[in-house]
């Protein structure tokens, strides 16, 4: 039972270039959350999934978009990178029936 | 949106003494508080949490009290231990889907 996994750990992108974090959870959750993490800001919800089948915005979404690719996998997408989105990046998910969120261990994303 | 403020940036305590972090949020709407716990390079992990309908909560040295007319919340570490050392940030959540985390306190305890 690995819990939350994300892919890459680290990555480092020149400015204009595209990727994809990965994310998956063997927990059979129904809710999944990507938030990025800045020095002294806390976390902040980049877009959340309620449930297999259903995306929505989070507080801070601009420039990036998200996949519910089946219940196990909710990929994040950087269609152009800015330095402002270098942070690092946690993905998350919970069940219905609990109030616990389980994080990744986290993508540290360098756009130079 | 919700806007979560969270005090103090750091804390820096003697080990044995109390620690005290306190949370602000603006929407009354909200009706799930968590604290999570997170190492230096580690991800975040819940510690506890308050539902709106509770006052308070209690595990062993860590406890979390809800003003919900005041709309704050706070989490109360005892006996502090060396190991307590970590950064902690407070969230509020309106029904489980967007959740708001305030900016985070460095604790620092001292042996």
């Known amino acids: 039972n690995a819990g939350v996994t994300q892919t890459p750990k680290f990555q480092v992108l020149k400015t204009g270039q595209s990727m994809t974090l990965q994310c998956a959870q063997d927990?059979?959750?129904?809710?999944m959350y990507w938030y990025r993490q800045d020095p002294g800001m806390g976390l902040r919800l980049i877009y959340y999934?309620?449930?297999?089948?259903?995306?929505d915005k989070g507080e801070v979404p601009n420039g990036y978009n998200v996949s519910r690719l089946n219940k196990r996998e909710f990929s994040l997408r950087l269609e152009s990178a800015a330095p402002s989105q270098t942070s690092v990046y946690f993905c998350?998910?919970?069940?219905?029936?609990?109030?616990?969120?389980?994080f990744g261990p986290g993508t540290r994303l360098t756009v130079l | 949106g919700e806007n979560v403020e969270q005090h103090p940036s750091t804390l820096s305590v003697q080990e044995g003494d109390s620690a005290v972090i306190k949370c602000t949020y603006s929407?009354?709407?909200?009706?799930?508080f968590p604290w999570y716990k997170q190492e230096l390079g580690k991800r975040p992990q819940l510690i506890i949490d308050?539902?709106?309908?509770?006052g308070e909560k209690k595990d062993q040295r860590i406890a979390v009290t809800l003003n919900k007319t005041a709309k704050h919340f706070s989490l109360h570490i005892t006996e502090t231990q060396p190991e307590d050392s970590a950064v902690y940030f407070c969230?509020?959540?309106?029904?489980?889907?967007?959740?708001?985390f305030g900016s985070g306190t460095k604790l620092n305890v001292k042996p």
């Open positions: 998350a998910s919970r069940q219905f029936s609990y109030n616990e969120q389980f």
């Open positions: 929407d009354s709407a909200s009706n799930y």
């Open positions: 999934s309620a449930s297999e089948g259903t995306t």
């Open positions: 927990m059979n959750h129904n809710s």
């Open positions: 969230a509020a959540s309106k029904n489980f889907n967007k959740f708001y």
């Open positions: 308050i539902r709106s309908n509770v």
